[in-house]
């Protein structure tokens, strides 16, 4: 048993009220207000899991917490707007809960985010430190929209940012989300876009499978963290970037009018009709089978 | 360290956005959308903590995650429109999640909920069989909003159902969240109303403390559930049933139109201006101190 084949039987069955417009299985769900869509996420962080439970400090673990929500909104070119926010712990120190909702409190004022509702209980001892969760909702123009499903066939794939050694670089702590890059390319320059936190590799398969194209990556040309080999950019996990589609047709504008020099932007590879759900290199070897596999934190 | 004393410590440093109406600290937040208010609640489920782990079906654990929830949206007067769950477990059996999602849909489809995001984690083995989260959103109108705070001096004190006694009883599993008689009572009846999850006593209390008033209470008429004391109505927690202050002008109206013949609707005290945040009887003695301690999930 594994994450992603428990969800391919579950998601099926979830009924959707017509209203929403993307269900389960985005980066966010999007509801038709009217206007505009309401985007709603929630991702959860479990110490000993997504950070060393002894030696993280409480205030990092409380603003990677609503980095990594903030950065499913950036992937659907959406503005952050209000989060709830679950504690089950079985540690006794007030200090560390107070340090986690600063880290929170001051990450959500960055972003103008309101922390509006939340639980807090007790874990029994001996298991993990805690599991914290976070739901986000913003909101996005309704032609913003980017899912992953709108990659289309000779669209050229870019990416945000590096990849790999995400962990002993300190970057999975200390990632800016790109919430900015989101909202400047959505709509404008791409309409299909996702954010990378289970390797490059596996979410670059996820953008082919939902949009039922192939792709080939130039391996060559995925910027590295530094201090990371290839397969750990392919594989690491925690990056936060953002991968997006771009039509030929808006490259040239695109890379003209780039306007965070701190964020690189590369082109990594474009979509192909043939090999749907297929990652491959320029030799034609698929990546997503056999040598590399993508980060889960739902393992066997 | 309580959860009480804790939250008196965060919850102030919270920033609100200004359409945020209600902030955390009651059932619900909520938020203006114009013509109505947004929703939004979360709540936690732990194996060990709020069930048996080892012998409550997957289903009914699914099924209490969704419906705590919605016993919040009943306090504020309002209906459910969407949920986000979180799954971590250290379990492997895929029945169990299957099972688990079976239940929480199953559930969903009754009151029309849409299940539009998640999330799933493992947890290291050793501690509690898993933590969940479920996040409801759902609308009021905007007369339709009860806030624990609308309380007036000289109101009675109502309640619905039955209170103690829900574990044996499995009350705690098998009960109806009072989403119909929520939405019957918000506006027309009262405009303050709230779950009692956590006790009779503490719930009473709360609401006592967030309108400045205090509450006799009519101990003698409060009804208990099947092999229930007056102690365990009082503290055990898990009724899920609403409590609520009506004006007396409202009364006669309200015991005559109460179309929930299943449903005990029960005066059992009334509001004073006096000994604001206090629960007592009718012989003065102050209930929220000394004999009786509320429920908390959060303990020393």
């Known amino acids: 048993m594994n994450e992603i084949s428990l969800l391919c039987k579950i998601l099926p069955r979830l009924k959707q009220r017509d209203e929403i417009a993307v269900g389960p299985g985005d980066d966010c769900a999007a509801i038709d207000m009217g206007d505009n869509y309401l985007l709603a996420a929630v991702d959860q962080l479990i110490g000993g899991v997504h950070y060393i ?22 992937a659907m ?31 959500a004022e960055k972003w103008n985010v309101s922390i509006c509702g939340g639980d ?31 990659a289309k066939p000779g669209y050229l794939l870019f990416c945000t940012g590096c990849f790999g050694n995400s962990l002993n670089s300190g970057h999975h702590l200390d990632f800016v989300p790109r919430l900015k890059e989101g909202e400047f390319l959505a709509g404008k320059y ?3 876009m996702m954010d990378v936190s289970d390797g490059l590799l596996l979410d670059a398969c996820r953008m082919a499978t939902a949009s039922a194209v192939g792709i080939e990556l130039w391996t060559e040309c995925i910027p590295l963290r530094g201090g990371a080999t290839l397969e750990q950019a392919l594989t690491d996990g925690e990056d936060y970037e953002l991968i997006l589609a771009v039509s030929p ?7 003209r009018n780039w306007p965070f020099p701190d964020t690189p932007l590369s082109e990594i590879g474009f979509f192909t009709s043939s090999r749907p759900g297929q990652v491959f290199d320029r030799d034609g070897n698929e990546l997503n089978k056999g040598t590399y596999k993508g980060y889960e934190h739902f393992r066997d």
Chains 1, 2 share one sequence.
């Open 249 to 255: 047709d808006n490259v040239p504008d695109l890379k």
């Open 120 to 150: 807090l209980s007790g874990l029994p001892a001996g298991g993990t430190s805690e599991v914290t969760t976070l739901t986000i909702l913003g909101k996005t123009a309704k032609n913003h929209l980017c899912l992953r499903s709108g």
């Open 190 to 192: 791409t309409t299909a």
């Open 77 to 107: 070119g959406g503005v952050p707007l209000y989060a709830l926010v679950t504690v089950a712990s079985s540690r006794k120190e007030e200090e560390w809960f107070m340090g986690f909702y600063d880290g929170l409190e001051l990450e």
């Open 53 to 74: 439970s002894e030696t993280t400090p409480a205030a990092a673990a409380g603003a990677k917490l609503l980095k990594r929500n903030l950065s499913d909104i950036a």
